[in-house]
Structure formats: structure tokens, C-alpha cells
């Protein structure tokens, strides 16, 4: 294991999961910001598939470095697992089920 993972899990003692659900919250709160400092409608409020994308990514990401691969190349599938998923949502207009009050 390599990278942001390993020093995840060698300085803290974070298992894998815990990795992967870093990489999901991190992703999402980078997003949020985003929009918050631009002054824009946050795009986590009415599509949300980001959190899924990322988290899916993420998990990619702690799979591959479980290989021999290289941490670039790690990266590069995991990003493009998000850049997919998240084209596919938008595509095909997937959105995970609202909660009707």
C-alpha cells in the first residue's frame, strides 16, 4: 500500500474502510465549499450521486492499492471511476431516492 492510504493507515491506524469513507467526505466537502466560496446553489443539494461517485471512486482507490500497480496509475482509474459514474447519473438522470416528508 502506497500513498494517501498507507499514511492513513501506518500514522493513525485507520483500517481500509475508514480510508475509504475519508476519501468520500473529503471529496463532498470539497465540493461543497466550492460552491459556497463561488456563491452558487450547492450541486450536493439536488444531485446526489456525488457522494456515490465518490465514495465508489475511493473504494477503487483502496482495492487497486492493495496491488502491485503504480499509485499514479491508482489514481488515474479511481478518478476516472468518479468522472464514469458520474456521467452516467447525469445521462441517464440517476438519482438516489428522495426522502418524502
Do not use: W
Amino acid at each position: 500500500m502506497r500513498g494517501s492510504l498507507q499514511i492513513v493507515e501506518l500514522t493513525h491506524g485507520a483500517s481500509k474502510y475508514a480510508a475509504a469513507i475519508l476519501g468520500m467526505i473529503t471529496a463532498v466537502t470539497g465540493g461543497l465549499l466550492r460552491d459556497i466560496l463561488c456563491q452558487v446553489e450547492p450541486v450536493l443539494l439536488h444531485r446526489e450521486t456525488i457522494g456515490t461517485s465518490a465514495l465508489l471512486g475511493s473504494i477503487m482507490y483502496v482495492l487497486l492499492a492493495l496491488t502491485t500497480m503504480s499509485t499514479i496509475y491508482i489514481a488515474i482509474v479511481a478518478g476516472a471511476t468518479v468522472f464514469a459514474v458520474r456521467g452516467l447519473s447525469i445521462y441517464f438522470d440517476l438519482n438516489l431516492p428522495k426522502i418524502i416528508n
